[in-house]
């Protein structure tokens, strides 16, 4: 979740800052890290990731799935995942 941190820090007023509805001040990833962090902190029992990557450069990818990995390593995780590949 340091990416999270990363971006938080950079808003004027940092953890005071601003999300607008719907999070439109935000990048998919942005959104997509901020849902993840929220579980986290729940203590959520499980985890359900509905095309959670599909908008997101490789990195970010890369750094959400090692997060709830971690996060949910003892907990039930379903992640939804379309391919257009045959």
Not at 18 to 28: K, P, Q, T
Not at 59 to 69: D, Y
């Amino acid at each position: 979740m340091a990416q999270l941190k990363d971006i938080v820090s950079s808003y004027q007023g940092c953890l005071d800052g601003e999300v607008r509805e719907g999070g439109e001040n935000l990048s998919a990833g942005e959104r997509q890290l901020f849902c993840l962090a929220r579980a986290i902190l729940h203590d959520a029992a499980c985890l359900i990731m509905d095309e959670a990557t599909s908008s997101v450069d490789p990195g970010t990818e890369k750094a959400l799935l090692a997060a709830a990995a971690k996060a949910f390593a003892n907990k039930t995780v379903i992640t939804i995942a379309v391919s257009s590949s045959p």
